[in-house]
C-alpha cells in the first residue's frame, strides 16, 4: 500500500507513511469489526494531495475510484478556518513533526467537539509542497493533459514559462 500511494503522491512521506500504518493496524483484526478500518483526519493546506490520497486509497485499496463518497462541505469553508495554528506548525523545520501534531492537535480542539474529535484515530498532518515537488507535480499533470489530447489528434506545446507559471501559488 505505501508503494502505490508512494507512486501518486508526491512529497508526503510521513503522511502516507502514518495512513498506511494505520490502515496495516486496523487489519491485523484486533479491532472491533462493526467499527470502520479507520478514521483519519487529513490537516493541511490546500492543495497538497489530501483528496488525492483519498482517490488512491479507494482505487488500489477498495477496488474502484467509485468507492470514494465525497461530501462537498465547502459552505462550511472558512469557520473553522486553522490558520494560526497551521502556520506555525509548518514551520519548516523549526519545530519536529511531534511537536507540529502537537499544534495541530491543540488547534483542532479549539474547533471541533471532542465527540467528534474522540473518533477519530489518527489526525495525519499534510505538508506543504516545495517548488520542486510542485514541478513534478505539474509534469505529471501536463502528461495526462498531452495524452488525453493526443486521442483526440491535437498536439499541444508547453513552453517553460507556462510551465513555471502552473507551480507558482
Ligand atoms: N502531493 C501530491 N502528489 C501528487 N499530486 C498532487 C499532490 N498534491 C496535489 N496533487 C495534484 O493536485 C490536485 C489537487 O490536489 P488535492 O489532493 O485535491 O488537494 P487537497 O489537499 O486540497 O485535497 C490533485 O488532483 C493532484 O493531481
Ligand atoms: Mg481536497
Known amino acids: 500500500m505505501e508503494e502505490s500511494l508512494a507512486e501518486h503522491i ?12 494505520a490502515i496495516r493496524r486496523s487489519r491485523t483484526g484486533v479491532k472491533d469489526p462493526r ?7 487529513f490537516v493541511g493546506p490546500t492543495g497538497v494531495g ?24 465547502s459552505e462550511f469553508y472558512g469557520r473553522h478556518s486553522l490558520k494560526a495554528g497551521w502556520r506555525a506548525a509548518s514551520r519548516d523545520g ?26 477519530i484515530d489518527e489526525v495525519i498532518i499534510f505538508n506543504q509542497l516545495k517548488k520542486e515537488q510542485l514541478r513534478r507535480i505539474v509534469d505529471i499533470m501536463v ?21 513555471e507559471q502552473s507551480c507558482r501559488r
Do not use: W
Request: proline share 2%; with cysteine.
Open 10 to 21: 508526491i512529497g508526503q512521506e510521513a503522511a502516507v507513511s502514518a495512513i498506511s500504518c
Open 35 to 41: 467499527r470502520p478500518i479507520a478514521s483519519l483526519l
Open 50 to 73: 489530501k483528496t488525492e490520497v483519498a482517490n488512491v486509497l479507494a482505487a488500489e485499496y477498495f477496488g474502484s475510484k467509485e468507492a470514494m463518497v465525497r461530501l462537498d462541505m
Open 94 to 119: 523549526s519545530i519536529s513533526q511531534q511537536q507540529k501534531n502537537k499544534l495541530v492537535v491543540e488547534e483542532l480542539r479549539k474547533h471541533f467537539r471532542v465527540e467528534f474529535l474522540n473518533r
Open 143 to 163: 502528461k495526462e493533459v498531452f495524452e488525453r489530447m493526443k486521442e483526440k489528434m491535437i498536439q499541444l506545446k508547453v513552453t517553460p514559462t507556462i510551465h
